[in-house]
């Protein structure tokens, strides 16, 4: 089945440091894929996504690209902010194969400090 | 305003007490899709339908069921819940294609004593 395997945290950063959260998968077909973010006693909502190889998507400062030969889809952000702390989830649907089903990672929490 | 909405939020019940958790949205969406939130295992699916009348099992659909008899709605049903059902349940819909995002309703904070 397809997996998504997530860089353990937590992370704590410093404000404007650099932020790398490493995600890798396993899926058959071209899945899309997907960071979303969720904030404390909330819902998850999306940060970004990307739909096909070499795509980026971008959003609020991050940024992953869809890189299918390392089978990877790290997440980036060059100067984090305190307003940045939360759990990151990355993600993929399946597209061809049992499309609609999806697979997430563990999740990365995130705390960044002042 | 677009939203998924779920009831309860919060719950506590005891082994075995049949219950019902509703999920709703308002996007016109095709696809709803429920999961669990567990520490240290991030979001997993339980069962998710591509449409009325069509639904599949996720990766730990034992102990749910599920209907989808109008576009809008998608409850949960545990008809024995049991404590390894305590956990944060989240619903889901998209527009349905797979390159859509999902949007995420509350969540559902269920404790089976």
């Known amino acids: 089945g397809n997996s998504v395997t997530q860089m353990e945290g937590p992370v704590t950063l410093s404000e404007e440091a650099f932020l790398t959260i490493n995600c890798t998968y396993t899926?058959?077909?071209?899945?899309?894929l997907f960071w979303y973010v969720q904030y404390p006693g909330e819902g998850l909502q999306l940060l970004l996504k990307?739909?096909?190889?070499?795509d980026k998507g971008s959003n609020k400062g991050f940024e992953a690209t869809y890189r299918k030969e390392t089978t990877s889809f790290h997440l980036e952000k060059g100067s984090v902010q305190v307003s940045d702390s939360a759990v990151y989830f990355c993600?993929?649907?399946?597209?061809?194969?049992?499309?609609?089903?999806?697979?997430f990672g563990d999740g990365t929490t995130l705390t960044v400090k002042p | 305003e677009a939203q998924v909405t779920q009831n309860p939020r919060y719950l506590i019940t005891v082994t075995g007490k049949k219950l019902t958790v509703t999920c709703s949205q308002n996007?016109?969406?095709?696809?709803m899709s429920w999961y669990r939130q567990d520490p240290g295992l991030g979001l997993r699916q339980i069962y998710y339908?591509?449409?009325?009348?069509?639904?599949d099992k996720g990766d730990v659909p034992e102990g749910y069921k599920v209907s989808r008899k109008e576009k809008r709605n998608f409850p949960l049903i545990l008809e024995s819940p049991s404590p390894n059902q305590t956990s944060l349940y989240f619903c889901?819909?998209?527009?349905?294609?797979?390159?859509?995002?999902?949007?995420f309703g509350p969540g559902t904070r269920l404790t089976v004593l």
């Open positions: 889901a819909s998209s527009r349905g294609e797979g390159g859509d995002e999902q949007f």
């Open positions: 899926a058959t077909g071209y899945p899309s």
């Open positions: 990307a739909t096909k190889a070499d």
């Open positions: 993600a993929l649907t399946a597209r061809n194969t049992n499309a609609g089903k999806s697979t």
């Open positions: 996007m016109n969406h095709e696809y």
């Open positions: 339908s591509m449409n009325v009348e069509v639904t």
